[in-house]
């Protein structure tokens, strides 16, 4: 065979070889895809949803009424809701009362995620592949929450109906904080929270405090929802979080079961079960002891891995139900306290992978030990000196790391902090900014005894007073700072010149944070001056960076560049 008989037979098969790579990395996956999108069922409800038979009555410009159930906002900012019925009921009458806030919060998530992905063609794409991955979500939602969501999505807007139905939309928008745990090294969620009982507090009984660092941004945090459900069928329960979410991220029910969740590690999820939330919000309305709650976790399929805190009044103590797509297990401490951040802690997951990762590389155990210290530091504990320990914002030893530090157990970014007793029923709320507002007390009995109590409450009683030291010292320099930081980093986008004395200024926000020369070296990086980039990324090492992912990422540019 000739030279040129063997070059056509050698491009033939490499032909081959690419139509083969084509047909393997691009059309099958095309294909399937196709085929799960056209195959994606919501399972919307047939139920008839008529929200004009439910009569609105407003008193004043903070209290609307259906009947008896209401929505109520406080003069902290605070929205309290309180609903009841079957779940057609419950779902109409909260779509009805919270009709305005449903559409912001739903305007301010779709204007997030058009920051992130401006192009019209990619946001369309992600529309494609979300319904891909949540194909068959619906299928491990219990019937009794879609009818729920679906009541409910009657009152959305259908501005976004390109995106999906109103009931699509919203159904999918209770997976968001699964879906955050893909983006963890982004910072979308990375909790603390603890028990502690017998002699560890000051009255000998169960106390629980969280923090929930779930961060979209400020609008999305700016109306937060205390809701309190009282069901057609379960316990009745108090949930702590945004409006249109009917699943639980923090909640306390009628028997003294209290649940919180905090975000772990594990493979990136190729398909979607039973969102996070809907599954504590299954126990929460169905147990009222840890072995109840357990029972009900082993019973469904979840696609992340979670660490759920359980309290228990009944029991006087608390565990952790750890769970990822494939285990679960049930961890308890031998001492009277026990603490959760976002690593598991079992026998059953010390030699998952993916654990030992998140273990040695995150800020997870520093955390962990850091709200150890601050326990061992303040026992017998009392509500308010739990809301101080959420409050914290140094590190191990009480050393300064800066604002905003991810290793903080207050990094300024969180959603709602809460405070349990589960043996008095009482839950404490804090309030804006953060965890450093005013901490507003609620007592359950009372509350689902009349609901119009949340109206009359006296906001004194039993009131943990906000961190005026916090406010007065450090709350405009964080928005300072961040305003900062954003203009620096558009700078560096956008090729634009920062004057030095913006950069000193920058520094003088948060001298001690990490971030603040990492991102300085960025920018003189941009400019072309190297050795001003190499002199503060070397500068940030000096300070305590929050995982090893971010410690090597600046060791490499300073390898890159620095020429010496």
Same mark, same amino acid.
């Given at each position: ?252 029910? #009628?028997?003294? @079961? ?8 594990? %493979? *990136?999820?190729?398909? &979607?079960?039973?969102? =996070? $939330? ?27 891995? #979670?660490?759920? @805190? ?8 608390? %565990? *952790?139900?750890?769970? &990822?797509?494939?285990? =679960? $297990? ?235």
């Amino acid at each position: 065979m000739n030279k040129t008989g063997i070059y056509k037979k050698v491009f033939k098969r490499i032909l081959w070889v690419i139509i083969l790579i084509v047909l393997l990395t691009v059309l099958i996956p095309v294909t399937v895809g196709i085929y799960y999108f056209n195959k994606a069922d919501f399972k919307c409800p047939s139920d008839s949803v008529y929200t004009e038979k439910y009569h609105v009555k407003s008193v004043g410009d903070s209290i609307k009424y259906i009947e008896h159930d209401l929505l109520h906002r406080n003069k902290y900012g605070l929205w309290e809701v309180y609903i009841s019925g079957s779940p057609l009921e419950r779902g109409t009458k909260y779509g009805v009362l919270t009709k305005d806030l449903l559409q912001y919060q739903e305007n301010v998530f779709v204007e997030q995620i058009k920051e992130f992905i401006p192009s019209d063609f990619y946001l369309n794409f992600l529309h494609k592949l979300i319904a891909v991955f949540n194909w068959n979500m619906a299928s491990y939602v219990p019937e009794e929450y879609r009818k729920e969501i679906y009541a409910i999505s009657q009152s959305c807007s259908h501005e976004f109906d390109s995106f999906g139905t109103p009931y699509e939309r919203q159904i999918n928008y209770h997976a968001a904080h699964d879906i955050g745990h893909a983006m963890q090294e982004y910072m979308l969620v990375g909790c603390s929270s603890f028990a502690v009982w017998n002699e560890n507090t000051s009255d000998s009984t169960l106390l629980i405090g969280r923090n929930f660092d779930f961060y979209v941004n400020d609008k999305f945090a700016r109306n937060k929802i205390i809701l309190f459900m009282e069901p057609e069928k379960g316990y009745k329960f108090v949930s702590v979080s945004w409006p249109g979410m009917m699943g639980v991220v923090s909640g306390m029910n #009628e028997k003294g @079961l209290t649940i919180t969740i905090n975000a772990a590690k594990g %493979a *990136i999820p190729v398909t &979607s079960a039973m969102p =996070i $939330s809907l599954l504590v919000r299954e126990i929460l309305q169905n147990a009222s002891t840890i072995h109840e709650a357990y029972q009900i976790a082993q019973e469904h399929k979840t696609f992340v891995s #979670e660490s759920m @805190l359980i309290g228990s009044a009944i029991d006087r103590s608390a %565990a *952790i139900i750890e769970k &990822s797509p494939s285990k =679960i $297990s049930l961890y308890r401490e031998n001492d009277n306290d026990i603490i959760c951040t976002n690593h598991f802690q079992s026998k059953e997951f010390m030699i998952d992978s993916y654990n030992i990762d998140n273990i040695n590389n995150t800020d997870s155990k520093y955390r962990y030990d850091r709200l150890s210290e601050l326990i061992k530091e303040s026992i017998p504990l009392s509500p308010d000196k739990a809301v101080t320990i959420l409050r914290d914002r140094k590190g191990i030893n009480n050393k300064d790391i800066g604002l905003t530090n991810q290793k903080s157990i207050n990094q300024s970014i969180a959603h709602h902090s809460v405070i349990f007793k589960p043996e008095e029923l009482k839950i404490w709320v804090s309030t804006e900014p953060w965890q450093s507002g005013t901490f507003l007390c609620y007592d359950l009995k009372e509350v689902f005894e009349n609901p119009n109590k949340l109206v009359e409450r006296n906001d004194k009683q039993l009131t943990i007073p906000a961190d005026t030291l916090f406010l007065e010292n450090y709350y405009h320099d964080i928005l300072e700072y961040r305003k900062q930081f954003k203009k620096i980093r558009e700078s560096i986008s956008g090729g634009l010149v920062t004057p030095v004395q913006e950069i000193h200024r920058f520094i003088e926000l948060n001298p001690n944070y990490y971030e603040v020369y990492d991102i300085i070296g960025d920018y003189y990086k941009e400019m072309k001056n190297i050795e001003k980039a190499v002199e503060y990324w070397k500068k940030s090492l000096d300070y305590e960076i929050p995982s090893t992912y971010e410690l090597e990422k600046i060791r490499n540019k300073i390898k890159d560049y620095d020429k010496e």
